[in-house]
């Protein structure tokens, strides 16, 4: 069984930066080869995609935070991290990791980020 923390997050005014962690815990053969996926969910809204990096380090982001946000890796820690910079109102929510396979996905508790003035 694969446990996901998140952290970093917090309250932050607009053009403000975080970095929020997401570290993995489980045995060596669950770890091996996992992706990861960054969603978030505001207020009344539905969960949506943010970022993803794969065991080959290759990412993709949402067209939204493309240019302000960099999802990275640490194998040696087995940490994912979402840097993000710019920040605007709208990135507020909850942030959430979630460790992907072919055929298995867990997710984290989520980290609460506020963007406000």
């Known amino acids: 069984q694969v446990q996901l923390v998140e952290s970093g997050g917090g309250s932050v005014q607009p053009g403000g930066s975080l970095r929020l962690s997401c570290v993995a815990s489980?045995?060596?053969?669950?770890?091996?080869?996992?992706?990861y996926i960054w969603y978030r969910q505001a207020p009344g809204k539905q969960r949506e995609f943010v970022a993803t990096i794969g065991p080959d380090q290759n990412t993709n982001y949402a067209d939204f935070v493309r240019g302000r946000f960099t999802i990275s890796s640490d194998n040696a820690k087995n940490t994912v991290y979402l840097q993000m910079n710019s920040l605007k109102p709208e990135d507020t929510g909850i942030y959430y990791c979630?460790?992907?396979?072919?055929?298995?996905?867990?997710w984290g508790q989520g980290t609460q980020v506020t963007v406000s003035s």
């Open positions: 489980g045995s060596m053969f669950e770890l091996r080869g996992l992706g």
């Open positions: 979630n460790a992907v396979t072919v055929r298995r996905s867990w």
